[in-house]
């Protein structure tokens, strides 16, 4: 069973500061994205990795992805009470030699940012 | 053009009913999902179809779980003689074609399943 774990479980920050979420496995993915999803509403999809040490950014937020493909990591820079959410990540991995789409998540970070 | 779309939006059953989810897909995506999300977590996968064919079942936690999409379009999650742990919020998404990189997977908005 693949298993992708999620750190902090709970974030709280003043608007202004910096954080990182984390996401950790001992399983290699193929590709692994990041989600937010907001209060009664499905995850929406930030960004996806596929390559081992590639780095995305999305205006304020960093997405890294492990060399090994096993771990990834989002950095926010200077958030914003906008920011507030649950953040979430989700690896994919190849079955049988294909890969269908199928995601394994972490356990999700609820960010709340301060005015 | 219109998203995924989930029906019920919130279903509150007595322990013991049946349950029937709805989900409607984005038109023309060849793959469907359902994941079950329990509060404050991430979703965990419950089942996967390619048009009709229900390719992995793997997630369903009991035989009382049972999904169907008979003409690779809409998709119905039954949960038969449901108990108190099944409730979660059930998530339905759909992506155009399965085993491309960087594919783009839409969630719908989830219903809400709360067994008294």
């Known amino acids: 069973t693949q298993l992708l774990e999620q750190s902090p479980q709970f974030l709280s920050i003043q608007e202004g500061e910096n954080l990182t979420v984390y996401c950790n496995s001992s399983s290699v993915f193929s590709s692994l994205q990041w989600y937010r999803q907001e209060p009664g509403e499905g995850p929406v999809l930030l960004v996806t990795v596929v390559t081992g040490g590639e780095v995305k950014k999305l205006k304020r937020l960093t997405f890294q992805f492990g060399d090994a493909r096993k771990d990834s990591s989002l950095h926010i820079t200077a958030a914003q009470p906008g920011d507030t959410g649950l953040y979430l990540c989700?690896?994919?991995?190849?079955?049988?030699?294909?890969?269908?789409?199928?995601?394994?998540f972490g356990q999700g970070t609820i960010l709340t940012v301060h005015p | 053009g219109a998203g995924v779309s989930q029906s019920p939006r919130y279903k509150v059953a007595k322990r013991g009913q049946d349950v029937a989810l709805r989900c409607d897909p984005i038109?023309?995506?060849?793959?469907l999902f359902w994941y079950q999300q329990a509060l404050g977590q991430g979703p965990e996968f419950l089942t996967y179809?390619?048009?009709?064919?229900?390719?992995?079942k793997s997630g369903l936690p009991s035989d009382r779980f049972f999904a169907e999409r008979p003409e690779g379009s809409v998709s119905t999650l039954k949960i038969q003689r449901t108990q108190q742990e099944d409730s979660a919020v059930y998530l339905c998404?759909?992506?155009?074609?399965?085993?491309?990189?960087?594919?783009?997977?839409?969630f719908g908005p989830g219903t809400r399943l709360l067994v008294l």
């Open positions: 998404a759909s992506i155009t074609n399965p085993g491309l990189a960087e594919e783009t997977q839409y």
């Open positions: 038109s023309g995506h060849v793959s």
């Open positions: 989700a690896g994919e991995s190849y079955a049988g030699g294909t890969s269908y789409g199928k995601l394994t």
């Open positions: 179809f390619q048009n009709e064919a229900q390719l992995d």
